[in-house]
């Protein structure tokens, strides 16, 4: 089974800092991973995504993301952040090799910008 | 990419009564699942909606509370029966794309049980 711990519950900056949003996962096997983000009201919209390959991953809205395999992490970042990011952000993974493998998610961060 | 659309977008119920909630998608998918969050919550699986036959519980939820169809490729729909206050949530659907590594997500139905 898989598991996804999001290290901050809240993360609070301020308009145009940089941010880190965490998140570390638990496999016995190779996952897929990904960040969604659900904006006030909304449903999620996918940020991006980690398949294979180039282990750093481009996303919408300027959100990159890094796969770090030996610490089995995949931290979310962005240079700098708009007060329209403010939103839960989600990190998921499903196993690599069941084409109907589930997602599990983490308990979701909150990103809150302040001017 | 798929796009997914939930009616009612939220709703307003008394308790013990039922809400049947539909998702149609635009496209052709997979797979089709139904998640609930609760409020300040992530996401928990309820079920995998199967087209034409019975839907896959998780632990936790069973049929007789959360009846789920699927009559065709791209439509589902969910029923949560005997409502309860504690039943107030967001209820998510959502489909797997021809691509299996990609997931989408519906708005979501808010729904509320006074």
């Known amino acids: 089974a898989q598991s996804v711990t999001q290290l901050d519950s809240q993360v609070p900056v301020f308009e145009e800092a940089p941010v880190e949003l965490r998140c570390n996962y638990s496999?016995?096997?190779?996952?897929?991973l990904f960040w969604y983000v659900q904006y006030p009201n909304q449903g999620l919209q996918l940020l991006l995504k980690?398949?294979?390959?180039?282990?750093l991953v481009k996303g919408i809205n300027g959100f990159e993301a890094e796969f770090n395999k030996s610490q089995t992490s995949f931290h979310l970042r962005k240079p700098s952040v708009h007060i329209s990011d403010t939103a839960e952000y989600f990190c998921?993974?499903?196993?690599?090799?069941?084409?109907?493998?589930?997602?599990?998610f983490g308990e979701g961060t909150q990103l809150t910008v302040n001017p | 990419s798929a796009v997914i659309s939930q009616k009612p977008s939220r709703d307003i119920c008394q308790r013990g009564t039922s809400l049947t909630i539909q998702c149609q998608v635009d496209?052709?998918?997979?797979?089709m699942f139904w998640y609930r969050q609760q409020p300040g919550q992530s996401l928990t699986l309820i079920a995998t909606?199967?087209?034409?036959?019975?839907?896959?519980?998780e632990s936790g939820f069973v049929i007789d509370k959360f009846p789920i169809s699927r009559p065709n490729l791209t439509f589902s729909t969910l029923t949560v029966s005997n409502m309860s206050p504690e039943d107030s949530s967001i209820y998510l659907c959502?489909?797997?794309?021809?691509?299996?590594?990609?997931?989408?997500f519906g708005p979501g139905t808010r729904l509320t049980v006074l």
């Open positions: 959502s489909a797997r794309g021809l691509a299996l590594n990609e997931q989408f």
């Open positions: 496999s016995s096997v190779s996952v897929y």
């Open positions: 980690y398949l294979s390959g180039s282990t």
């Open positions: 998921a993974v499903s196993r690599k090799e069941t084409s109907g493998s589930r997602l599990t």
């Open positions: 496209s052709q998918v997979t797979m």
């Open positions: 909606a199967n087209q034409g036959s019975e839907a896959t519980y």
